[in-house]
């Protein structure tokens, strides 16, 4: 009951994602299958009153008219091309519709994505996030397309056979339903059972994409640790886990359709021999015996069918239900904007600021600072200090639990994203790339530059050494691959697309490490040179580069130590 409460409000919520021409849609497609359910079922009871006809006509006459016989044979032939119409006409619009709704679905988890904090992605570990990707959403795809009016159809269609059976013959009826009600018991036990197995199932493919996921973007650091029997070790319990989970989940949903089956049979033996007792003694004619166990064999695929796909509902609506919960996460609080502000010198000032990823777990402690215009500025301190988490506050991709955090005056939050996008530049820890050219690698969002500016920043990175001994040159696709772009040039792309536009403000965090030091250095030079107008920090280990700059601010256990 339980599973079935839930899927009537997972289903709300799908139907509103499917807009009103959608619904329009679906009630047109249920209406196909209703006539087609009508006119299969119809079928077998023409055929009865045929073969009685025909009998009577043998019987009274000695013969049977053979125009009447070919009228009545039209009459089911229509019958059985109607419903074959009807039946192929409402999946094909159920498919389209299915396609539709996916695409409206990948377009509101894209824009759900871009709006939801930083902070509640973080939480969610990121194979957890691939699987409703790659996992989810082409279970909710079956849902749509099949299983969801797949299941109404087949219930409908045993509804209306047990009806046309009572019409048919009432005691044979009561005989044949008799044998449901311990059918669908044993079943409901079944699957009741299976639930938590199933959502456990679920969780267990989430851990093993994560697992997939971690073990291919560290393989390097794995052999070159020698950590290959460890990890294998480690993935194997893990997949362990899930086979676990996947063959009790099948195993035990796999017995439904069996019982089914054999209860189905039973069924059909019991009237097989009730209905022989009867035409036996006369109480039933032998074109609606025929009628009547053409029915019993009829029932028995949609109640085999339903009772499948009952049990593939459960879990597509687990997947549509984890697909709503990225829909209903909390997004992001707009806070008013001056549209009016522009960063004209690029100050950053904290002010007491507090901050936890972990309500409880304080990482920043009342930290202020200033880092000023026309300055290069080093953010030192030991590793998990807070360094890094100070430079994520700077960006804007987490809010401060207490105190504030300004740009040339303005709270951060009061500055509009486009300026802060064209003002503020970044290099990570682990730089990205995307699928595409270098050179659209290296522009991305940025304007009012021209190619003597692009030149020259290539140049002073050291990528542009790198690009002349490439075929194509700027123009070379790329991706998100370490084997197609080393890390040391995936580098030297993250600085050049950080410094093109002339943004006000650079924060580097770790930015030349790994790159041989005459480039570092050569890219230190640079940065000093253009600070006039600019505020640069840079989070660094590296004594050569603090001793350059124009500020130390040390962070430690999450307090300015000193500046």
């Not at 997972?10 to 359910?37: D, H, N, Q, Y």
């Not at 389209?96 to 695409?103: P, Y």
């Amino acid at each position: 009951m339980g599973l079935i409460m839930n899927a009537i409000q997972s289903l709300r919520r799908l139907e509103e994602l499917m807009g009103p021409e959608a619904r329009k849609t679906m009630r047109f497609c249920a209406i196909l299958a209703l006539v087609a359910t009508i006119l299969l079922n119809m079928v077998p009871y023409s055929c009865g009153l045929l073969l009685e006809g025909l009998i009577h006509s043998v019987q009274e006459y000695g013969g049977f008219y053979v125009n009447s016989v070919l009228d009545q044979c039209t009459l089911v032939l229509l019958a059985v091309v109607l419903w074959f119409v009807a039946t192929m006409h409402s999946k094909h619009k159920m498919i389209n519709l299915a396609l539709t709704t996916m695409r409206r679905i990948r377009e509101a988890l894209n824009s759900k994505m871009m709006a939801i904090p930083i902070r509640d992605i973080d939480k969610l570990p990121s194979g957890d996030l691939a699987s409703r990707f790659t996992n989810d959403l082409p279970a909710v795809y079956r849902l749509i397309a099949s299983d969801y009016t797949g299941f109404i159809t087949h219930m409908t269609m045993i509804v209306a056979i047990i009806l046309m059976m009572i019409v048919v013959s009432p005691v044979l009826a009561m005989v044949y339903i008799v044998i449901m009600p311990i059918t669908l018991r044993i079943g409901k036990k079944i699957t009741s059972e299976s639930e938590e197995e199933f959502a456990a199932q679920r969780e267990k493919v989430a851990e093993l994409t994560t697992r997939m996921s971690d073990i291919i973007t560290t393989h390097a650091t794995i052999k070159t640790e020698n950590m290959e029997k460890q990890v294998l070790e480690d993935f194997r319990d893990i997949n362990g886990d899930f086979t676990e989970a996947f063959v009790r989940t099948h195993t035990r949903s796999g017995m439904i359709a069996p019982i089914v089956s054999i209860m189905a049979n039973t069924g059909y033996l019991a009237t097989v021999i009730f209905g022989a007792i009867m035409l036996y003694y006369g109480h039933l004619d032998i074109g609606m015996f025929m009628s009547f166990m053409i029915y019993v064999r009829l029932v028995n695929n949609p109640l085999t069918m339903s009772v499948k796909v009952y049990d593939g509902l459960r879990d597509e609506i687990i997947s549509l239900d984890r697909i709503i919960e990225i829909l209903d996460m909390p997004e992001e609080e707009e806070t008013e904007k001056d549209e009016g502000f522009t960063i004209d010198d690029g100050t950053i000032e904290f002010k007491d600021v507090c901050f936890s990823y972990v309500p409880g777990q304080e990482i920043l402690h009342s930290v202020s600072f200033t880092a000023e215009s026309n300055q290069f500025i080093a953010l030192v301190g030991p590793t998990a200090s807070g360094k890094t988490t100070a430079a994520n506050l700077m960006m804007g991709f987490y809010s401060p639990d207490s105190g504030s955090i300004t740009i040339d005056g303005e709270d951060i939050h009061r500055i509009p994203h486009s300026e802060l996008s064209r003002k503020m530049s970044a290099v990570l820890q682990n730089p990205w790339v995307f699928d595409g050219t270098i050179r659209e690698n290296i522009v991305y969002n940025r304007e009012g530059f021209s190619e003597e500016d692009f030149m020259e920043i290539t140049k002073a990175v050291g990528l542009d050494d790198y690009v002349k001994g490439l075929p194509d040159g700027y123009d070379t696709q790329i991706g998100d691959d370490l084997r197609r772009l080393p890390l040391a040039q995936r580098r030297m792309l993250a600085l050049s697309r950080a410094l093109i536009g002339s943004p006000k403000i650079v924060i580097l965090d770790e930015a030349v490490a790994g790159l041989d030091p005459i480039t570092g250095q050569s890219i230190i030079e640079r940065l000093k040179k253009s600070k006039l107008g600019r505020t640069i920090i840079i989070i660094t280990h590296n004594p050569v580069l603090i001793e350059q700059a124009d500020k130390v601010i040390r962070i430690e256990d999450g307090r300015v130590a000193g500046n």
